[in-house]
């Protein structure tokens, strides 16, 4: 079992940026499955980027090119960082994880794992 607490967010204009971080404890994160969704009001909770044990990524088509997941396993945290924000990225942020070594997925279901959430603002 791993506990996630998620930290960074914030209200930024549109074309900042802003870094989150999810400090996982109970285990260490080198053999999980990690992954950052986001849900905004109204809205299903839908998968941003994932990463696995072997540093394999996925990116939804959306933020591609402007998010960047990262891990460290000597702090045991879970990055995200986002670049040229846009209003439509305003949502809750959450960290996400899973005991499997497959390839990253950004199917919610898969993940037992879930922090609080923080919450990104983007203004136009």
């Known amino acids: 079992e791993v506990q996630l607490l998620e930290s960074g967010g914030g209200l930024v204009q549109a074309g900042g940026s802003l870094r989150l971080s999810c400090q996982a404890s109970?285990?260490?994160?080198?053999?999980?499955?990690l992954g950052w969704f986001r849900q905004a009001p109204g809205k299903e909770r839908e998968g941003v980027a994932a990463?696995?044990?072997?540093?394999?990524?996925i990116y939804a088509e959306s933020v591609k090119g402007r998010f960047t997941i990262s891990k460290d396993n000597a702090k045991n945290t879970l990055l995200l960082q986002m670049n040229s924000l846009k209003p439509e990225d305003t949502a809750m942020y959450y960290c996400a994880a899973v005991y499997k070594w497959t390839p990253p997925t950004l199917f919610t279901y898969e993940y037992d794992y879930w922090g609080q959430g923080t919450q990104v603002t983007v203004s136009s």
């Open positions: 990463i696995n044990k072997y540093d394999t990524t």
């Open positions: 109970g285990n260490s994160i080198s053999n999980y499955r």
